[in-house]
């Protein structure tokens, strides 16, 4: 950017820093107001980061903030100042921008802004600036934690994170152009560090207990300074070089003699430069050309070697998405110096603070205190530092925090939480591929120093490693892992050296486990295996008692005995209650949802003639659920005790199914239509390494092992070894040479043999020669074994090339589908030609009901019409429907809009189903609502259900045991009964409108409290909104949320009240979405009349009886005094509490029934009614009593409905 075309503002702010005169640096009077100007400039900057690159261009921090920093640093405002703004500017670029940009113009402004970054590293790769930093973190460490201050802690964070941000600048490896040995900036960077002595604070902080809130920028910090080291070099500095670094120095120098021999050779050959001008043109015959003649050669005969069909074409270009991933970590050897320095700041990090460090970090991880990603830097340090020790000089002590089982499930579980999201996140899978290629270093180091603690001469190591070895192995997890990484592999995403790294660890993993087998002998480790299985929809009637074949009559003539037992134990008084307990405290379904379990229980144990304990669970139920006598009163009688368990006894109470009735047969994929339920079953088996090696032997493990193999020139000698090793154990171990005839590893074999150095992989050779004399052998026997060569083949296509085609037939011929015979194909065409164009239906479903032979699959159906030439592809007969692999930004904005609209119904989830647009599983939208933080568990979605309260007369117990066994709720998974939406629908709007109305009293009594407290303005206010959207909705004739917008301050603070806003809650008024929406919103669902009602519930007393005048009639002739009037009408509530009491007791003779005056009351009451001791009952008792008598009963009666129901709801 032209320095010329800076703003004029920022011009002005950055000439106001002051000047610099030689050495130097004189500031102006009002520097500080300037620093902070210029950070309140880089608060507002746009998306193009444009003030960053103006004071970029102007090298801002080079000629005035970091003399600042060097010479000014004792004025402590201007000095914390300053390293705010320069923590600021060297922000890395990737956090500027958010990700790299793929727009041409955005990503040249995340070019500039990375090269002004490194002109800051240049900068900063000076002794001075970084002497301050180090005296100034000096002195705030040297004050106690009672001393410091926050703006302390703030001033450390910023230095640390000043430090991280000036590492974290990539070189720029055109411009520097530096060779190994030499400084580079980030050598000469470390360098300054080391001077300054910032590295003994570093080491300090990652030691000291006290300073453990900043173990997370240490280990950052760290891993930057490491960044283009290898610990395996960084151990060998200043000891010399050894024998094993001459030998393959010696190799690799002897590769190049070779192939500079043989091309000398191959000059040699080639003629002089005189020769005719016509060389003379050849005919190569066997060899066509692009007709049908032979090929004619015009150039000499030296060069027909070198002749192949692609010269002269243009290659094909390959489009991004589909090239390999490229390296991006690049390592070099730094200069001697720097390396020393290197080595000795990882050996006393080694003894004093790696253990210490580790652990606070893992504990930062573990309590999510650290931010997102970052245990990305613990697998780093990992497996530096411990690879590192392991070449130094191996002390398994000053790895002990990382060296366990825990380390190995943490590292473990990471990488497959990688795996997972590199497969689902395609935009940012290159990303997790880099995470999991660190956590796969990480668990490659934890198996190299178990497999070195092998082969140490402490017993005591070797019995860790044994015990480690024994718990991994045993794990199968642990062993699959590298079966799933290997399947997976994309070269889009993952570099070669992610791939060279699976290799060799699994190398590792292999040879550690053949090891550990011959050593135990016989070896038993965990297998699991997951099986699917159909969920069955839920049945419309409860299953019989126990599932058991007792009938009525058999039940009846049980019962004698049992009462004979039952009248003894209830006649003694010794009987304790301590001994049976009700509930299961352990178990997910809270206690007030398991009375249905303790009925059963009941029933167990009169069936199984345990009198009792049947007894005893009996009463202490009551104790435990004494609401709704639903296991009779608290002074039942022992002869209505003994009545009550006869009716339990006859019950049909509903039982749960077991898994084996839940279950159906395992089907395939392509046929499932419910949803299904995976069941793992965990269990022992006795481990063979061969059957574990076989799971190897697949060709997408081979094509990865091949695809290394082509760059065995590049690759180590170690690298080469792993991958030879582990085609000889498929291919001699196994017996499946056949397993790698292949074309493509067959012309890999044919360059490795033609190669001038081919005696330095005297192994790869070897190998090929022992492959192709094996299939030269075969191809003698078996002609077909040329064609075989242009595909991958499995382990069934190899025994067939081995043992012959068609041997494997009569092994496994029930495994194979029956042939078609040419009747059924006729009907088959028949009956697909005939329901093909029927809209509505699935024709594979009609013709498997329809086709009259043996019995077909659905996947057999469809691949015949398929072979027959009926269908194009197989995927035209996928069934129909948006199913959810991904839920995406819009879906996930539906569902939560769909959860708020209807949360407050009975069913939430089944509304849910039937309105979101992209059908999926219950299961599914269950997950993402946890997921999203809507709902805490999964019983909030469990299907409401109205109670049903038992009766108090005892004979109609047996009707309040079936209502009662209905209460609970329904679980997720089951579909609803259509007998309850039958009973829904006959109950009509009666029903609808007791949970509404019985909303409307809740907020009455919510509102007249508001009065009293002063928010009788906003309730107004919040009355005329609910009114002018009722009047809309008529008007309009549709509905839509509407957002609640306080204008006045008044209204504000009501809006921000708890109180105010359960009162919007209860009248069924929306919060505001979390991060979407500011306001509250009346929801689309609230009716007009509705609308209405809720304003009336809103109005004071006197106003109230002018919108509502029909729910409580005033007679005008009345004028009794407001006390005597409260005083007569609880006395008349009292008199019909009592009455209702004794008759719940059958201690009312018939003439009190009919002189007390509550009797039209008592039978005008619903079945349903519940009678408690509470003000308000006694409150509403008094309403009722006084509408007799004003001659009103009719609305009185509604009135009571709406209270009881209200009760019930609560």
């Given at each position: 950017m032209d320095l010329f075309m800076m703003n004029c503002e920022l011009l002005a702010t950055c000439s106001a820093l002051g000047y610099l005169e030689g050495d130097?640096?004189?500031?102006?009077p009002d520097c500080l107001e300037s620093v902070k100007d210029l950070i309140r400039y880089l608060r507002h900057e746009d998306e193009t980061r444009d003030v960053r690159q103006q004071l970029g261009a102007a090298q801002i921090l080079q000629s005035d903030l970091l003399p600042i920093l060097t010479q000014h640093h004792q004025d402590k405002p201007l000095f914390d100042a300053v390293i705010r703004l320069m923590v600021n500017l060297t922000q890395p670029a990737l956090l500027c921008f958010g990700s790299v940009p793929k727009e041409p113009s955005f990503r040249h402004h995340f070019l500039q802004v990375l090269a002004y970054l490194q002109a800051y590293k240049e900068a900063f790769a000076s002794e001075k600036p970084f002497g301050v930093l180090s005296e100034t973190l000096y002195e705030l460490l040297q004050l106690g934690w009672e001393e410091r201050q926050e703006e302390d802690n703030l001033l450390i964070e910023r230095i640390l994170l000043l430090v991280r941000n000036i590492l974290h600048v990539p070189a720029d490896l055109d411009q520097e152009k530096r060779i190994d040995d030499d400084a580079s900036v980030h050598d000469q960077l470390l360098w300054a560090i080391h001077?300054?002595?910032?590295?003994?604070?570093?080491l300090f902080l990652a030691s000291s207990p006290a300073e453990q809130q900043w173990?997370?920028?240490?280990?950052?910090?760290?891993?930057?300074?490491?960044?283009?080291?290898?610990?395996?070099?960084?151990?060998?500095?200043?000891?010399?070089?050894?024998?094993?670094?001459?030998?393959?120095?010696?190799?690799?120098?002897?590769?190049?003699?070779?192939?500079?021999?043989?091309?000398?050779?191959?000059?040699?050959?080639?003629?002089g430069n005189r020769h005719s001008r016509f060389g003379g043109s050849y005919v190569v015959q066997g060899l066509k050309s692009i007709g049908e003649r032979d090929l004619i050669f015009h150039k000499g005969l030296h060069n027909l070697q070198n002749y192949s069909s692609d010269l002269g074409k243009q290659p094909r270009r390959v489009p991004k998405r589909r090239q390999a991933a490229r390296e991006l970590s690049i390592q070099r050897r730094s200069a001697l110096n720097v390396r020393l320095f290197l080595r000795d700041f990882c050996s006393e990090f080694l003894e004093n603070?790696?253990?210490?460090?580790?652990?606070?970090?893992?504990?930062?991880?573990?309590?999510?205190?650290?931010?997102?990603?970052?245990?990305?830097?613990?697998?780093?340090?990992?497996?530096?530092?411990?690879?590192?020790?392991?070449?130094?000089?191996?002390?398994?002590?000053?790895?002990?925090?990382?060296?366990?089982?825990?380390?190995?499930?943490?590292?473990?579980?990471?990488?497959?939480?990688?795996?997972e999201m590199m497969l689902t996140d395609r935009k940012e899978a290159a990303s997790w591929a880099r995470r999991m290629h660190l956590a796969l270093k990480a668990y490659q180091e934890l198996l190299a120093t178990v497999n070195e603690m092998d082969m140490s001469p402490d017993e005591a190591v070797r019995e860790s490693s044994r015990i480690i070895k024994n718990n991994i192995f045993y794990v199968m997890e642990y062993r699959e892992l590298f079966l799933a990484l290997f399947r997976k592999f994309d070269e889009r995403c993952q570099p070669p050296s992610f791939l060279r790294d699976l290799v060799e660890t699994t190398h590792l993993f292999l040879k550690m486990l053949e090891r550990f087998c011959r050593s135990r002998g016989n070896m038993v480790v965990q297998n699991k295996r997951k099986k699917r299985k159909k969920k069955k929809k839920a049945l419309d009637q409860p299953i019989a008692s126990g599932n058991a074949p007792y009938s009525l009559g058999e039940l009846e003539a049980v019962w004698p005995s049992l009462a004979e037992q039952l009248q003894c134990c209830a006649q003694d008084p010794e009987l304790s209650l301590d001994s049976m307990v009700p509930f299961d405290a352990a178990s997910e379904v809270p206690v007030e949802e398991q009375r249905a379990e303790a009925m059963v229980r009941i029933q167990d144990c009169l069936l199984a003639d345990q009198a009792p304990q049947a007894l005893t669970l009996l009463r202490s139920a009551r104790e435990v659920w004494?609401?709704?006598?639903?296991?009779?009163?608290?002074?039942i009688s022992p002869e209505e005790e003994i009545q009550l368990l006869k009716q339990i006894l006859c019950a049909p109470l509903p039982r749960q199914q077991g898994t084996e009735e839940q279950g159906a047969e395992e089907e395939e994929e392509e046929e499932e239509e419910e949803e299904e339920l995976q069941v793992v079953q965990v269990s022992e088996k006795e481990f063979n390494f061969l059957d574990y090696l076989k799971r190897f032997a697949s060709s997408t493990v081979i094509r990865a092992y091949v695809l290394l193999l082509r760059s065995y020139q590049q690759n180590s000698a170690h690298t080469n070894h792993c991958i030879v090793k582990m085609l000889h154990r498929l291919a001699h171990d196994l017996k499946m040479e056949a397993l790698l005839y292949q074309l493509s590893l067959f012309c890999l074999f044919n360059r490795l043999l033609s190669d001038p150095s081919s005696g330095a992989y005297k192994e790869l050779v070897t190998f090929a020669k022992y492959i192709l004399g094996k299939f030269f052998a075969l191809a003698a026997v078996n002609q077909k074994a040329f064609v075989e060569l242009l595909f991958w083949k499995n382990t069934t296509?190899?025994?067939?090339?081995?043992?012959?085609?068609?041997?494997?037939?009569?092994?496994?011929?029930?495994?194979k589908p029956p042939m078609w015979s040419p009747e059924e194909e006729a009907q088959l065409q028949e009956l697909y030609l005939t329901h093909k164009d029927v809209e509505g239906e699935d024709v594979v479903d009609i013709i498997l009901a329809h086709l009259n032979t043996i019995p077909r699959t659905r996947k057999q159906v469809i691949h015949h019409l398929v072979r027959l030439g009926l269908a194009d592809s197989v995927k035209d007969f996928q069934r129909k429907g948006t199913h959810i692999v991904l839920w995406t930004e819009d879906q996930e904005l539906e569902l939560q809009r769909l959860f708020e609209e209807f949360q407050d119904s009975d069913d939430v989830l089944g509304h849910i189903m039937k309105n979101i647009t992209a059908k999926c599983s219950r299961a599914r939208i269950v997950d993402k609502l946890l997921a999203l933080g809507l709902v805490a568990e999964r019983r909030e979605l469990y299907k409401k259900r109205r109670k049903k309260l038992a009766p108090s007369s005892l004979p109609n117990r047996e009707e309040s045991l079936k209502d009662f066994c209905q209460e609970e709720p329904e679980e997720e998974e089951n579909l609803p009964d259509e007998s309850e939406e039958d009973e829904d629908k006959e109950k009509g709007s009666e029903a609808e409108e007791a949970p509404q109305d019985s909303s409307v009293l809740s907020a009455e009594n919510l509102g007249q409290s508001l009065h009293q407290e002063g928010f009788s303005a906003p309730l107004l206010w919040l009355q005329n909104c609910l009114i002018r959207v009722a009047d809309d909705r008529e008007e309009d004739g549709c509905s839509q949320a509407v957002p609640l917008v306080p204008l006045t301050e008044e209204n504000e603070e009501a809006m921000e009240s708890e109180q105010f806003q359960q009162l919007l809650r209860k009248l069924g008024v929306r919060p505001p979405a979390t991060g979407q929406e500011t306001f509250?919103?009346?929801?689309?669902?609230?009716?007009?009349?509705?609308?209405?009602?809720?304003?009336?519930?809103?109005?004071?007393?006197?106003?109230?009886?002018?919108?509502?005048p029909g729910l409580d009639p005033k007679v005008p002739g009345e004028q009794v005094p407001k006390e005597e009037h409260q005083k007569e009408h609880r006395a008349q509530a009292l008199r019909a509490l009592l009455l209702a009491r004794k008759k719940k007791a059958g201690l009312v003779s018939p003439e009190e029934e009919g002189t007390d005056g509550g009797k039209e009351q008592l039978k005008a009451a619903p079945k349903k009614r519940q009678l408690l001791d509470s003000d308000e009952e006694q409150e509403e008792d008094e309403g009722r009593s006084k509408a007799s008598e004003l001659g009103a009963p009719e609305v009185q009666k509604k009135k009571r409905f709406q209270i009881e129901d209200e009760d019930e709801n609560d």
């Open positions: 130097t640096y004189h500031k102006e001077l300054s002595g910032l590295d003994d604070l570093l173990s997370l920028h240490v280990l950052e910090i760290i891993s930057l300074m490491f960044r283009d080291q290898t610990p395996e070099q960084l151990a060998r500095v200043g000891q010399g070089r050894v024998a094993h670094e001459r030998s393959t120095d010696v190799a690799e120098l002897e590769v190049l003699r070779q192939r500079e021999m043989a091309e000398k050779r191959t000059r040699a050959l080639q003629r603070c790696y253990n210490r460090l580790m652990g606070s970090v893992k504990d930062n991880l573990l309590r999510e205190k650290a931010q997102q990603h970052d245990e990305t830097y613990y697998m780093w340090a990992l497996a530096f530092f411990m690879a590192f020790n392991r070449a130094a000089s191996f002390r398994p002590g000053l790895v002990s925090e990382t060296l366990s089982v825990r380390t190995f499930h943490f590292i473990e579980q990471n990488l497959t939480n990688y795996y004494p609401e709704g006598d639903i296991f009779g009163s608290q002074d296509v190899v025994r067939e090339m081995t043992e012959g085609y068609g041997s494997l037939d009569s092994g496994s011929s029930s495994r509250w919103r009346i929801p689309a669902k609230l009716s007009p009349t509705k609308l209405r009602k809720l304003a009336a519930s809103l109005s004071q007393p006197e106003e109230g009886e002018k919108l509502q």
